[in-house]
Structure formats: structure tokens, C-alpha cells
């Protein structure tokens, strides 16, 4: 490595094995960032599978250890009890000194966050090194405390969309549109090529696939927040009128959680219909290559990956209407979109693509044309890049 390249602390608490979203998009640093100039650094709070997953890529990863209280996810975090919350805040503040000590002592140049909770813990150390610090904001803001103080102690502020941000705090937007900036999100078009060059007879044979059938795919996590409930409840309703429908539900579930997963199952059970859930798969994206369609029924997004995925595979893709989605209906439709928690639209939806050719060759193609020119993940990283210099240039 270029001993003169700057050195961007990516600071992500949230991670695991399974390699969603923001983690992809990580990948897509290391992988298209000019490492001459620029030296990415993933910083983790503890040991985890996608550290190992860097570093075997020959990327640089560091631990910085924090106390187990930090590990918790924020939904947990938030059910402590008061003295618990106090031990979460006096921890928060000795690790500020250990991350405190590793910017100053790495030289790092710019410390970058995507997620409100790593902002949080890493602005006051960054500030302390006297490092600029990026808040890349990749979901819906929705904790208005928070998000206020995110706003306020980020030195630049970059979203996915004008979408995205125009659904923001409308008064604070403009109180800092002087650090805000656009970098649109991005995928590996490159990786969806091959991807969608291969035969994957493997897979055709693991899952017995079947050309004749219509084929759904949903990728992502399984929880009452993805809406995958309503899209089996839709599918039901489209059962009675269309019998040859399998679905394929690609993405990690929590089996403890009876009452979600035991509802979804009472319904496919019900209604005799063929729904696959996989559970988490490093190959997702070689299964989406075999679908006819791509169904994200979520009640909240930020600019969905997924959906750019399926475009620029050449899918139809049905949403519904949440977050940053919006954006993908400028100028010209390229997906159709439904009310979120409304399965009757929703199947109402998947019948009008599953019963017109034109239709979906004319989402396909418009999809596809939209991404490759709009959301590669060379762009994004070209558009990071140049924050990065702005930043340093100063």
C-alpha cells in the first residue's frame, strides 16, 4: 500500500456472518476504491466473520475491542433497564478513549460511519483526534433525538437519493445543506454479469426448479418490518386464480421468533402453496438470475440494493411505495409499486406481470438501462472519492 494514500476509517459495529446490504457495499469499497490515493481501513468492534471476509481479500481490518454492552444490537440496547443503560453509557465513554487512541495512533484521515449508532459512538473520538467524520446514511432516518445529534456532530452528510433526503427533517436539511451532499448507491455490474452469464445447473438441481412455473424471489432478512408475511398472504390471494406460482424466500430467519414464522407457515400450509425459504445464501444473487420476477414488500427501506440487483439482471420488480423507492420513478416507471401491508394490491400487482410479456420486457429493460447508467458501483465509489478530497483539500 501507498505509504502517502489517506486512510478512511470505516467504523461499522453492526456486523455479522451473513452478508447483506452495507456489507456489500463495504466489499465494493475495497474492492473499487484507487488505492494509490485512498487506503480503506474497516474497524470493528469485535471479531466477526465478515473481518475474517476482509482480510482474506487482503484489505485492512482492525479491532478495536469494546465491551460487551457495545456488541448488543440496537433493538436490545433498547430494552435494558435504566441501570443497565447507565453501564452501556460509562462503557461508551471509556471506549471513546480506545477509538480515540487508535485514530490518532493509525493516522487515520477521515473516519466514515453508516449507520446512526456508529456515528454516535465514534464522533466524539474522531472529533478528539481532530478527524472529519462522514455520516453515510443508507435506511430511513427515525429516531428524531438521535438523528438531530447525528446531524449536528457529522462534518459531511451524504445520502442515496434526493428522495431519501427530501424525506428527512425538512428544516434541519436546510439548516446543514452546506455539508450535505448526494452520492447515489451503487452495485457490481461487473459481478452481475457473470452472474447472469451462468447456467447454474447446481442450483437448478438442488431446488428442482421448474421453467413452467412462475418463479417469485424475495431477498433479504425474514421479519414483520420486510412485509415477507404480506407477500405470502398475497400470493394466497392469487392462488385462487393462478396455480402454478413457487416462491422463494432467500435471506437469514429466526426460527425462535413461533409467532411470526408460525403465522407465515399457517397460511402456506392452508393454502397448499410452494414457498422455499432458504435461509441466508452466499450464492443469492446466482438464485435471483434463475426468477422470473423480484417482490420487496417492505414497510421500510432507504434505497434498496436489492432492487437494483434485480434491474440490473433484467427483472420486474414489484415494491411497495417506502423510503428512498420513490426514486425509481422518475422520469419513467421502471417497477411497480403498491401501498406497503396491502396484499390485495400486491397480488393484484404480480398477476398484471405474470399475465403480460410486454410488460415486464418493457420494466426489464428500463430497470436494467436505469442502473447501469445511474447506480454502478464505479460511480458511487468515483462520487465518494470526491468527497474524500473536497474534504482533504481543505
Known amino acids: 500500500?501507498?505509504?502517502?494514500?489517506?486512510?478512511?476509517?470505516?467504523?461499522?459495529?453492526?456486523?455479522?456472518?451473513?452478508?447483506?446490504?452495507?456489507?456489500?457495499?463495504?466489499?465494493?469499497?475495497?474492492?473499487?476504491?484507487d488505492k494509490k490515493t485512498y487506503e480503506p481501513i474497516l474497524i470493528c468492534q469485535s471479531h466477526n466473520l465478515f473481518f475474517n471476509k476482509i482480510r482474506q481479500k487482503d484489505g485492512a481490518a482492525a479491532i478495536v475491542q469494546a465491551p460487551s454492552q457495545l456488541c448488543q444490537f440496537g433493538g436490545?440496547?433498547?430494552?435494558?433497564?435504566?441501570i443497565e443503560l447507565m453501564k452501556t453509557v460509562s462503557s461508551t465513554l471509556l471506549y471513546t478513549k480506545d477509538l480515540y487512541r487508535f485514530f490518532k495512533g493509525n493516522c487515520i484521515d477521515i473516519v466514515q460511519c453508516h449507520s446512526i449508532r456508529a456515528l454516535l459512538v465514534a464522533a466524539i473520538s474522531a472529533k478528539l483526534a481532530g478527524k472529519p467524520i462522514i455520516w453515510y446514511i443508507k435506511g430511513e432516518l427515525?429516531?428524531?433525538?438521535?438523528?438531530?445529534?447525528?446531524?449536528?456532530?457529522?462534518?459531511?452528510?451524504?445520502?442515496?437519493?434526493?428522495?431519501?433526503?427530501?424525506?428527512?427533517?425538512?428544516?434541519?436539511?436546510?439548516?446543514?445543506?452546506?455539508?450535505?451532499?448526494?452520492?447515489?448507491?451503487?452495485?457490481?455490474?461487473?459481478?452481475?454479469?457473470?452472474?447472469?452469464?451462468?447456467?447454474?445447473?447446481?442450483?437448478?438441481?438442488e431446488f428442482g426448479f421448474d421453467?413452467?412455473?412462475?418463479?417469485?424471489?424475495?431477498?433479504?432478512?425474514?421479519?414483520?418490518?420486510?412485509?415477507?408475511?404480506?407477500?405470502?398472504?398475497?400470493?394466497?390471494?392469487?392462488?385462487?386464480?393462478?396455480?402454478?406460482?413457487t416462491v422463494y424466500i432467500v435471506g437469514h430467519y429466526n426460527a425462535s421468533k413461533n409467532n411470526f414464522m408460525s403465522s407465515i407457515r399457517s397460511v402456506i400450509e392452508s393454502n397448499d402453496l410452494d414457498v422455499r425459504f432458504t435461509g441466508f445464501r452466499n450464492d443469492a444473487l446466482e438464485i435471483l438470475s434463475l426468477m422470473d420476477l423480484f417482490v420487496l414488500p417492505s414497510f421500510s427501506e432507504g434505497f434498496p440494493?436489492?432492487?437494483?440487483?434485480?434491474?440490473?439482471?433484467?427483472?420486474?420488480?414489484?415494491?411497495?411505495?417506502?423510503?428512498?423507492?420513490a426514486e425509481f420513478l422518475?422520469?419513467?416507471?421502471?417497477?411497480?409499486?403498491?401501498?406497503?401491508?396491502?396484499?390485495?394490491?400486491?397480488?393484484?400487482?404480480?398477476?398484471?406481470?405474470?399475465?403480460?410479456?410486454?410488460?415486464?420486457?418493457?420494466?426489464?429493460?428500463?430497470?436494467?438501462?436505469?442502473?447501469?447508467?445511474?447506480?454502478?458501483?464505479?460511480?458511487?465509489?468515483?462520487g465518494l472519492m470526491s468527497v474524500y478530497e473536497s474534504i482533504l483539500s481543505k
Open 305 to 325: 440494493r436489492t432492487i437494483m440487483e434485480a434491474m440490473a439482471m433484467g427483472k420486474p420488480v414489484i415494491s411497495t411505495n417506502v423510503g428512498g423507492i
Open 330 to 382: 422518475k422520469d419513467d416507471s421502471k417497477l411497480i409499486v403498491v401501498p406497503p401491508g396491502d396484499p390485495k394490491a400486491l397480488a393484484e400487482a404480480i398477476r398484471s406481470l405474470l399475465s403480460s410479456n410486454k410488460l415486464r420486457e418493457t420494466l426489464s429493460e428500463r430497470g436494467r438501462r436505469y442502473v447501469y447508467e445511474c447506480h454502478s458501483m464505479h460511480n458511487n465509489i468515483m
Open 1 to 33: 500500500m501507498n505509504n502517502m494514500a489517506a486512510k478512511i476509517g470505516i467504523f461499522e459495529p453492526y456486523l455479522n456472518g451473513d452478508i447483506y446490504g452495507n456489507q456489500k457495499y463495504i466489499l465494493g469499497i475495497f474492492k473499487y476504491i
Open 211 to 245: 421453467k413452467k412455473r412462475a418463479n417469485i424471489c424475495y431477498l433479504g432478512r425474514v421479519s414483520p418490518q420486510k412485509g415477507v408475511h404480506v407477500l405470502i398472504e398475497a400470493v394466497a390471494k392469487l392462488s385462487k386464480f393462478v396455480h402454478n406460482i
Open 76 to 82: 436490545q440496547l433498547g430494552r435494558k433497564s435504566f
Open 142 to 205: 427515525s429516531n428524531p433525538f438521535l438523528d438531530r445529534i447525528g446531524l449536528l456532530v457529522a462534518d459531511i452528510i451524504l445520502f442515496q437519493s434526493e428522495t431519501n433526503m427530501r424525506l428527512s427533517y425538512k428544516k434541519l436539511i436546510t439548516q446543514y445543506s452546506n455539508k450535505i451532499k448526494i452520492v447515489p448507491n451503487g452495485v457490481d455490474i461487473a459481478e452481475i454479469e457473470a452472474v447472469a452469464k451462468g447456467e447454474h445447473l447446481k442450483l437448478i438441481e
